[in-house]
């Protein structure tokens, strides 16, 4: 049976690549990737990032970054879905986000290490951090709140949560995606794994070099059909299905078959109801380290064939980590809305071992379903599936919001 009743009335997205949704797809239309050096804080680290550089003044939430980026998507992904006032509805937030919620108290650490002690206001402002209450208590939602801290695959899980809540009838509408900020902890510990490119970042090219950094928020408003016609409104596209898994083979590197890869996507097909052949494309994790796309473009061409159409798009947002999962899902909607995804910018010569060649160009794209992947370490996988409505005869919800 096929899973139509979680419906995606509202996207946002803030990243290197754009202040929202119509800048980010401009940048993808003309490959245009806004990476440089770090500005936001001093290091001796030379690695080429994506960040963004204006928050506006109204989101903007003094030492907490991770929370002005949150804000910024929810507020356009709110007015996307035409939700002004939350008050009639039981809205749950969940969100994904790895630094927000352990790695940005350096005032803190540095203080404790130095002297023995810290200021209990850094601890105060860690403990008001939380993603998913902060932006809970800001539009005084009345539902659940979570915050995912589950790596990379953060944002995924979280729009996966989230899910689980509008089909067991916990709230009827969901902010659901993930935020992180780009930070001195996260650039220093990948830099320390060897993993990080002193060039921008080539997806599932023969001669990638490691990932690039970066930061954003992407973020879905996921709702019930009853809640859409409360409301008046309609939507396009629907969240399907979710599926998560751990292969537990190491700390940082995925299982050399991809054998938790491949389990969260048959989940997540499983999930829709739906078959591989039915998959138009994947935007895939993709973070241009040799061991991920190696396993990553594998299982995909075992699971979808070697003419799939595939992209990695952390090549105009750098890995922004616990954001990953929610910009990749925005990206995923909004390609299959548009009917088109970008360039797999980076990517220029094939490594003969990957079967698959991502897209080359600007490419059209006519099917009904996509799928969004995640890898995280420990082990972690979780991949989503999104569906367009069919506008054929006897399918109603058809109209965009």
């Known amino acids: ?101 352990q790695l940005n108290d350096l005032e803190f650490y540095t203080s404790y290490r130095n002297t023995g002690s810290a200021p209990i206001a850094a601890a105060d402002r860690y403990l008001k951090g939380n993603p998913a209450e902060f932006i809970s208590r800001k539009l005084i939602a009345k539902g659940p709140s979570l915050t995912v801290v589950n790596a990379c695959s953060s944002g995924t899980d979280a729009i996966g949560v989230a899910l689980s809540w509008l089909n067991n009838g916990l ?87 991809g054998i938790g890869l491949k389990t969260s996507i048959n989940k997540a097909l499983n999930d829709s109801g739906i078959a591989p052949h039915e998959i138009s494309f994947v935007n895939a994790h993709g973070t241009a380290t040799h061991d991920n796309d190696l396993v990553e473009g594998n299982v995909l061409a075992s699971l979808f064939g070697k003419d799939l159409k595939m992209l990695s798009t952390k090549g105009f947002t750098g890995h922004t980590l616990g954001a990953a999962g929610g910009l990749e899902a925005v990206f995923t909607a909004a390609g299959l809305r548009e009917g088109w995804i970008p360039a797999s910018v980076g990517f220029i010569n094939k490594d003969d071992a990957i079967p698959l060649i991502p897209v080359r160009e600007k490419t059209n794209i006519a099917g009904r379903y996509a799928v969004s992947t995640s890898l995280a370490f420990g082990g972690n996988n979780a991949a989503i599936v999104i569906g367009k409505v069919w506008r054929g005869k006897g399918v109603c919800c058809s109209l965009t919001t």
């Open 1 to 101: 049976m096929r899973n139509n009743s979680v419906f995606i009335t509202g996207l946002g997205a803030v990243s290197a690549a754009g202040s929202d949704v119509a800048e980010t797809l401009n940048s993808f239309r003309h490959g245009k990737r806004n990476a440089g050096q770090v500005t936001l804080f001093d290091t001796p680290l030379k690695y080429p990032v994506f960040e963004v550089k204006r928050v506006p003044d109204e989101f903007f939430w003094d030492g907490q970054r991770t929370l002005s980026l949150a804000l910024c998507a929810v507020h356009e992904a709110l007015k996307k879905a035409r939700l002004d006032d939350l008050s009639e509805f039981r809205v749950g937030v969940c969100l994904g986000t790895t630094v927000a919620s």
């Open 171 to 257: 709230c009827d509408i969901a902010i659901a995606g993930g935020a992180d900020e780009l930070n001195r902890i996260p650039l220093c510990g990948f830099a320390s794994l060897g993993i990080m490119s002193m060039e921008l970042c080539a997806p599932f090219d023969r001669d990638r070099k490691g990932l690039n950094l970066g930061e954003g928020a992407g973020i879905l408003v996921l709702e019930t059909k009853n809640s859409m016609i409360k409301r008046g409104v309609t939507s396009d596209l629907y969240l399907a299905g979710y599926g998560s898994s751990s292969d537990a083979y190491h700390l940082t590197a995925p299982h050399p078959e």
